[in-house]
C-alpha cells in the first residue's frame, strides 16, 4: 500500500537555528497536508499544498510540494521554543478522502 | 461551531471491560475517521465512515466496533478490553478531498 514516510523521527535545535524536515511518498499524490500535534495536544492542520513545485508560507514556515509531487518539505527559519511539537505530513489514499499520515518529526528546541 | 467533540478526556478500564468512546462534529462533515496514537507510531485508522449508515475498515480494526446513525455522531466502542488497547484516541472529520478536523483526544489506559 501507499507509505508516507518521514526520517528522523526526532530532531533537537538551538533556539534561533533553521530546521528542515521531508515527507517521502511511494505514489504520486494528488495533495500534500501537514499537520502540527503540541506535546499533550491533537493534531492540527496547518496547510495544504495541491500543484506541482508549489510553494506556500505562513509566517516563518515554508511548505514546498515537489515537482514529481511525491515529496514535501517543511522549512522553519528562526526556530522558537514555541514551535516545539510533532509535525506530521499525510497524503489521500485512493477513495473516499482518507488520508495516510507519516510518522512525524518530533522537534525539540533548546533555548 | 464546536468542531469535534470527543468524550471522555480520559479513562482508566480494568481488562475485559467495555465502553465507548463519543464522537460528535457539528461542522455537517460527511466524513469521520478514528485514530490510534502510540508513542512514535504516528496515527493508525481504526475505522471510518463516508456517511450516515456507512462505516468501512481501517488498518487497525481488531477489538474495535462503530456506527453511523447521524450525520453528526460516530462512536467508538471497545469490547473486552486488553491493555494493548491503551493509547490515545483522536476522532476527526472532514468534508471530501478537504482537511480533517481532529478532537482532542481520549486517553485511555487498560490495567
Known amino acids: 500500500g501507499q507509505q508516507v514516510m518521514q526520517i528522523p523521527q526526532y530532531q533537537h535545535v538551538q533556539e534561533g537555528e533553521d530546521f528542515t524536515t521531508y515527507c517521502n511518498s511511494s505514489t504520486t499524490l494528488s495533495n500534500i497536508q501537514w499537520y502540527k500535534q503540541r506535546p499533550g495536544g491533537h493534531p492540527v492542520f496547518l496547510i495544504q499544498?495541491?500543484?506541482?513545485?508549489e510553494v506556500k508560507k505562513q509566517k516563518r514556515l515554508t511548505f514546498q510540494f515537489g515537482e514529481a509531487k511525491k515529496n514535501s518539505s517543511l522549512h522553519i527559519t528562526a526556530t522558537q521554543t514555541t514551535d516545539v511539537g510533532t509535525y506530521f505530513c499525510a497524503g489521500p489514499t485512493g477513495a473516499n478522502s482518507k488520508l495516510t499520515f507519516g510518522k512525524g518529526i518530533t522537534l525539540s528546541v533548546r533555548p | 461551531n464546536a468542531g469535534v467533540t470527543q468524550t471522555p478526556k480520559f479513562r482508566i478500564l480494568k481488562i475485559g471491560q467495555s465502553m465507548t468512546l463519543q464522537c460528535t462534529q457539528d461542522?455537517?462533515?460527511?466524513?469521520m475517521y478514528w485514530y490510534r496514537q502510540d508513542p512514535g507510531m504516528g496515527l493508525k485508522l481504526i475505522y471510518y465512515s463516508v456517511g450516515a449508515g456507512i462505516t468501512d475498515k481501517g488498518e487497525v480494526p481488531n477489538g474495535y466496533n462503530v456506527s453511523r446513525s447521524t450525520t453528526e455522531d460516530f462512536p467508538l466502542r471497545l469490547e473486552l478490553a486488553a491493555p494493548s488497547q491503551t493509547s490515545v484516541y483522536f476522532c476527526a472529520s472532514s468534508v471530501v478531498s478537504a482537511h480533517y478536523t481532529f478532537g482532542s483526544g481520549t486517553r485511555l489506559t487498560v490495567v
Open positions: 461542522m455537517n462533515h460527511n466524513y
Open positions: 499544498l495541491v500543484k506541482s513545485g
